[in-house]
């Protein structure tokens, strides 16, 4: 579906003289890149439809979405599996959310929020298999990345203080879902270091 979009959109750009026949293979990739990086926005509005959570769905998605472009992680080679294990654990944690929310684990939460904040801290950028960072791209990826994690993590302890948790956990969710993407290839990095 989004490689149809996709291909679309570069055919009317084409048709509308916007682009050249040269460029056509470049744009419809560019296509392609966005609609797949809207897809947990798209995602987390469906499910939260379902669930009646449509506004903590969006301040889980924002900061996962921010951070991990400059954060890097665990990326899938198919775009269907990506699709489905994306809904899987966008759902999951849109559950979660609603479970701490309702549970006031706060405390609990808050130190896996921390913790998750540290490792993107500590360990960003990961790079991604498919494309290598130069040094200049990890210095400021791992910059952005940084700076990021500090605002969400900012934001979440504020909203923490005013006891706001209905927005507070899931801009934390958004956080820990982050650092657990980083996972798999911190360990594959350490494996192959020893």
């Known amino acids: 579906m989004i490689r149809k979009a996709s291909i679309a959109i570069s055919k009317w750009l084409l048709n509308t003289g916007a682009i050249s026949e040269d460029d056509k293979e470049l744009y419809e990739y560019a296509a392609y890149s966005f609609l797949f990086s809207l897809l947990p926005l798209c995602l987390v509005i469906i499910i939260g439809c379902a669930v009646n959570m449509v506004i903590e769905g969006i301040l889980m998605v924002i900061p996962f979405m921010l951070i991990r472009k400059f954060s890097g992680g665990f990326h899938l080679n198919s775009s269907a599996v990506c699709?489905?294990?994306?809904?899987?654990?966008?759902?999951?944690?849109?559950?979660?959310?609603?479970?701490?929310?309702?549970?006031?684990?706060?405390?609990?939460?808050?130190?896996?929020?921390?913790?998750?904040?540290?490792?993107?801290?500590?360990?960003?950028?990961?790079?991604?298999?498919a494309r290598k960072l130069s040094e200049k791209e990890t210095v400021t990826f791992r910059t952005v990345a940084r700076v990021m994690v500090i605002v969400f993590l900012a934001v979440y302890v504020i909203l923490i203080c005013v006891k706001q948790w209905r927005f507070s956990?899931?801009?934390?969710?958004?956080?820990?879902?982050?650092?657990?993407?980083?996972?798999?290839?911190?360990?594959?990095?350490?494996?192959?270091?020893?």
Not at 185 to 193: E, G, I
């Open 83 to 129: 699709f489905v294990s994306s809904t899987a654990l966008l759902s999951l944690f849109i559950f979660i959310v609603k479970f701490v929310t309702i549970s006031a684990q706060i405390p609990l939460f808050t130190g896996g929020v921390v913790l998750a904040a540290i490792q993107i801290f500590l360990c960003s950028p990961i790079d991604n298999e």
């Open 169 to 194: 956990v899931p801009v934390g969710a958004g956080i820990i879902i982050t650092a657990l993407l980083q996972l798999p290839c911190l360990f594959t990095r350490k494996r192959s270091a020893t």
